[in-house]
């Protein structure tokens, strides 16, 4: 029987209580009531007693700056993140919170944000390339991260952090957690054919997404008891396959359905932002979807602290 059932008869008394107190509110909510009062119990315990809760942020382009408004009501619900998973622009989004940047900071930054602060890429240096043969950098992309929470490493971080990037030699997915948070940052959002891969350790890295664009997989690994996915991809069929590097990232996308239905199985809650049909590199509406993400974070919230409180030792609750 899980603590939430068992502790409903020890708070009977305060739940007849508070239904005699509030008789005349018609829309009284027990479970609301009852999970509040665990909610309460469990803010106050220690990291020890708390179950390991991971984070799992999915590529996507444009679309994954909805993680910031999911990341806001976890701040806001002060929910537990003991471990953020990320790949491509969830590594990006999951470093800078990671780092411990301030969200207005982040909201700010990213009204501004477009693709050239990231990397040479332009029309120009796209037919440059098509001619010459040579793929782009995006070494801005590892300096702009670098701006926001300075050349830190992975043990300096607040929240321990994994990103996941793909071994274009052998298709292995690789799993970056030391050294350098921009450098592993970068290499998990190098999209493959456009960008040079990220040499690292004598392998050549390219997005993580063509390994496991929503890497629940990788929370298993690390133990966690409570794994919340969040995936910010859009219907492939309304994609927008005008460009090459839109064709591109619509390969990757169509790879990586499969493996996502498993991994998303696997989860214990997936949080779905509305992102619509917004394109990869659309990222002058990128802004627009940090409201989804918070929109989508907020109606999960009761089943994020449920699963939390389950994975509660029951003698601990009740101490």
Known sequence: MTPIKNILVLLSILLFLAKTSFA??????????????????????????LPCVALVLGGGGARGFAHVGVLQVFQEEQIPVDLVVG???????????????????LEDDIEDF????????SSASILKMLLSGHLLSNKKLE????????????????????????????GERILLREGSVSFAARASATIPGIFQPVEYNQRYLVDGGLAENIPVGVAKVFKADVIIAVPVSADITKSDISSVFLTLMQAIYIQGQVLDQYNLKIADIIIR???????????????????????????????????????????????
């Open 87 to 105: 790949t491509s622009v969830g590594s990006i989004v999951g470093a800078l919170y990671c780092a411990g940047l301030p969200f207005e900071h």
């Open 273 to 319: 932002p509305n992102v619509g049909d917004l394109n990869a590199i659309n990222f002058k509406e990128a802004y627009k979807t940090i409201d989804k993400g918070f929109i989508a974070a907020k109606s999960a919230v009761k089943d994020i602290k449920k699963a939390i409180i389950n994975k509660i030792e029951e003698s601990v609750l009740i101490e």
């Open 24 to 49: 005349v509110i018609s829309d009284f909510d027990e479970e609301k009531f009852l999970l509040d009062i665990l909610w309460q119990k469990t803010k106050t315990l220690q990291e020890n007693k």
């Open 114 to 121: 477009d693709i050239k602060d990231i990397s040479n890429f």
């Open 143 to 170: 300096n702009f991260i670098d701006g926001k929470i300075g050349s830190i490493t992975f043990d300096q971080l607040q929240t321990r952090l994994v990103c996941v990037a793909t071994d274009l030699i052998t």
